[in-house]
């Protein structure tokens, strides 16, 4: 008995359809491409803006810290004016200025330096965070949208097998059975094109947080990317130059620097401050105006310093300072050990993701398709059951899916690879696999 079949090129029309159909819709939001979401992650997204403007903020820290204490005014009224020789005083003005140690000055001038050092740096882990988020979310709608493309093309074609079930219940050639499995997969399908809706729109409305974007901004479908590449960078030299590069661990390594500024600056605690004063004090009439410099108002200069009296609390401070300097020291081995951990758990997923898409591409696919096609012509035959075309349409389906998860996962592992890396990388690259600009395919 010769049998009607949905062949598999009508599996790929119906996917060739899918997306002819999608281009040609006139109100269809424009295509998504990662360089405008990494653009956009880059220049718009609201941490990167909050970042730039806390280094900008940093960057006045130093005109700050060099600058000397206001100086202080003051005015005395004589409520009850005091008789001299020269005549009564009436008011009496002060001005003073404090003037810290030169080297105390330098000193916090450095660890200003620092601070804004810091900050640029954090500036830049905002601006790699933003952008490796930003991947992260694009490749996961690359692999929602081909998912529902694979996913709509295989609903059709249970559709059709559902069709054909009911056909051959009618004559007698099949029964319940073969129906009720045609139809549950159809069934099954169709929630999962609801979940993969439902997931496009959250996964749409992360991806417009991390860009700056209006919750009304519609994103359009996203590109296809190039079939990855095996991994060639030893994972000793991504270590390397994360060790190099990495902005924390930068960060960190700066922050020791302002803990030994500031260790330096609490030992100088003990060294007194100089304050320069000058004084003018209005005088009335003398009662004898005959009495010499009758009415003249004296002015005097004068200088004085602090004293360091509280030796405890300046024993304290140096302490602090100290304690402080070693935690930060600390701090910055414990990241560059976690760092360099962190790049070989980031090395293995790029690693074995590249595995399975070779895995897929190259023997897993080719296979299913086969015994997709060779399973359509034995039920042409009449040599293959419904329901065995069913199982290895199933299989060839389940194969696809996972095959654009691989892809997705290993581009993913990608952006999260640049991102303890602290630059662009790409894992086809010859020795050390950095390169200026982006690691994405499209």
Known sequence: MVRPFPSLSIYCTGLMLACLSAAAAQNAPQPLTLSEVVRRAAEES????????????????????????????????????VETRTGPQRYSLALSQTVPFPSKLITAGRMADREAQIARLRFESAMRDAVAGAKEVYFELFYIDRAREVTEAVSEIHARYAELALQEEEEGVSGLSDRFRAESQVAQLRYDLILLEE??????????????????????????????????????????????????????????????????????????????????VNVGPALDPSTPDAGRDPLGVG??????????????QTRQAKERHLAAQAEEEARRLNLRAEVSRAYFRLSNAARLVQLYNSELLPQARQAQESAEQLYVSGQYSLASLLETTATFHNFELAQLRATADYY???????????????????????????????
């Open 199 to 280: 997931m496009r729109l959250a996964e749409a409305d992360r991806l417009r947080s991390l860009l700056g974007m209006s919750a009304d901004r519609e994103l359009g479908p996203t590109h296809d990317v190039a079939p990855p590449l095996p991994l060639r960078t030893p994972v000793a030299e991504l270590q390397r130059v994360a060790a190099s590069y990495n902005q924390e661990l930068q960060a960190a390594g700066v922050e020791v620097e302002r803990a030994r500024l500031a260790s330096s600056l609490a030992r100088q605690s003990y060294i007194p401050d100089l304050t320069f004063s000058a004084n003018y």
């Open 303 to 316: 200088v004085g310093i602090s004293v360091p009296l509280w030796f405890w609390k300046n024993r304290a």
């Open 46 to 81: 609201p941490s990167v803006r909050a970042a730039r403007h806390r280094w900008q903020a940093a960057r006045q820290g130093k005109s700050i810290a060099l600058s000397l204490p206001d100086p202080r005014l003051s005015y005395t009224d004589f409520v009850r004016s």
């Open 412 to 442: 993913q592992a990608v952006a999260r690879l640049e991102q303890l890396l602290g630059r662009a990388f790409r894992p086809e690259a010859s020795k050390s696999g950095m390169e200026e600009g982006d690691n994405g395919h499209e």
